[in-house]
């Protein structure tokens, strides 16, 4: 008796990990999983969805996740990227929520904040060009108590 | 085909001490617990994400929409102290499964919000699978319960789930490899693909605002670096099922899937906490013998020995 439920849990559990398999190869579950991050080609242009601050001297600094979520650096990306896709009154509100937390953390010399697309070439980036190639602004808002 | 299932029921079904799945229990156990209790107030804030952000996924499919702050702090402390009795081994054959579904799902509900992580896949499957083994009939409140004494006789009843725990490994990996050859073929290795990645993921931290590896940062413009390491990184995750073979093979694959995770922490700055903290590759090890000096030291008596006075008789 002992060695059948073994052997059902066995095959119970080896069926559920593999099953993924059998599906699209760039689907993902938890905790059942085909593991696609970084599975791809990738060459190394970038489109990076991010909350910016903006001084009064113009400089900008990027926000870091707590502005929008937690953390976290991925559920902060999926979480600007989520309003991006919704539209301007999610990416709106996102702005707000962001610009609401630069001024609850008290960050010096921030004006405005803005949710952007840039798009940057990473390689170059390391090599000293850090400015994007191209940016789209999504949404723009002042740092004010609400 | 009689010899071949007599084979397969041999290699599954291999003795192994009722101590090593008692040892399993508690190392993975404590390593789940520890997770949940750090991370707690970090799984507790999901309850501050917006309604319009919630993407469930696996068991949390269940839910109609998201959960309030105190009955997600109250899943939370639930499964803090499930994971208490999981690894004391109190009540096991009913605070185990509690404790692996409760996990699973404070787990799942993190991976609800538009990100899978893939940070607490195995450990959350290596948890199931001792809910489901009898994990707690050594060195549990369980055992010492019943005045249970005497040392249990290797048995195939513990060995089964140990060879689980170490082919789920095995296959989570072999899994990932092949999911790079499905979506990007060899042309995975043989183009400058790593590389890129390497540059992405850390380009996206830091314009997020996000520390990043100033390794990777810096390795990324020596492009002839990254073939042979993407040739490491197939080579570790498909020859997983090596592993399977035991001995020398199982710990130099689990050597080379912790270098594999080293360097993903170096030049990407990624944490995998659970295969990095050696964890994840316990079952392959007689991690039982951990204790040995600890055991000694416990049983340790000096031994006393007679001190020879000299007579006094007859002398003055």
Redesign the interface.
Known sequence: M??VY??I??VV??IA??L??LGD??S?????????????????M?S?D?VVGVAGDGSR?????E?V???????????I??AVR?GPE?TEKLCRQAALWVYESRWENIETVEVLT?R?D??A???GDKSPMSSVLHARCLVEES | MRGALSRI?RF??RPAPATRLAALRIIIGGFALGYVVIRGP?LM??AD?DA??FEP??VTSVLSGTLSDDVLGALVMITILAGVAFVTGAGYRVTGPIFAMLL?FV??YR?S??????T???M??HV??LA??PAADSVSLDAWRRGETRTLEPD??YG??I??MC??TV??YF??G???L???GL??VT???????V????????????SYSFIG??L??HGWLFKPLAAFTLAAELGAPLAMLGGRVAKLWALSAWLFHVGILAVMAILFPYPLAGVAFAPFFPVEQLWRPFKRLVQYRPEIRPIRVPSLRGKG
């Open positions: 002992r060695r073994a052997f849990v066995s559990f080896v990990v593999m993924p398999v190869p760039r993902d579950s938890f905790p059942l999983s085909t593991y696609p991050m970084f599975s791809g080609l990738r060459d190394s970038a990076i991010h600094t990027a926000l870091p996740p502005s979520a937690n953390d976290e650096v991925l559920q902060a990306l999926a979480i990227r989520g919704q999610a840039d940057f990473a390689l980036y390391f090599d | 029921d599954w079904y970090h804030g999901y994400f319009s952000q996924t696996g699973l787990t799942g991976n919000f538009g990100q899978i992580f893939h607490e896949n195995l959350v499957i199931m699978v489901l083994a195939g009843r089964w789930a060879q689980l082919l789920l296959l989570t899994i990932s092949q999911t790079k499905r979506n990007a042309e995975w183009t400058d693909t790593l590389r890129n990645f540059a992405y993921d850390n380009l996206r931290k830091a314009e997020l605002g996000d940062a810096a990324v413009a």
